[in-house]
């Protein structure tokens, strides 16, 4: 899965507009700080007052897979009361989920991808039905 973004840089104060897009778009896939993404040079900020040729979600992040996993096991205690244990993990395989590269060109970070989100996570749980 990818998520979708736009270049956008300061013309007035206050107001942010998509990018002038100057030359060929070249996705380079570095991650980190001071790493960029892609290439930023195809990239400036439009003249005051005016729209930038950029389309909307010109550009694409980092892609992430997720691998979700979970057992549960049914016990019957009596006849009237049962049991269920559930465990489940998120993330299984603990693979980082990268936010999309700094969008704003007057940003000293543009085109880094600078953080990431959804760590593991594992749960138990047992539910008594009656």
Avoid: C
């Amino acid at each position: 899965m990818t998520f979708s973004y736009s270049a956008t840089g300061l013309n007035a104060p206050g107001n942010s507009q998509r990018a002038n897009i100057t030359g060929p778009i070249r996705v380079l896939g570095d991650i980190g700080p001071g790493r960029k993404w892609f290439d930023t040079t195809a990239f400036s900020i439009p003249t005051a007052a005016t729209f930038g040729n950029a389309g909307r979600n010109t550009l694409s992040g980092p892609g992430y897979w997720n691998l979700d996993l979970s057992l549960s096991k049914r016990f019957n205690i009596t006849e009237r009361f049962r049991a269920e244990l559930r465990g489940e993990a998120f993330n299984l395989t603990n693979t980082p989920h990268f936010n999309n590269p700094t969008s704003a060109l007057d940003s000293t970070q543009f085109g880094e991808v600078r953080s990431a989100f959804g760590e593991r996570q594992i749960q138990l749980g047992i539910k008594l039905l009656f």
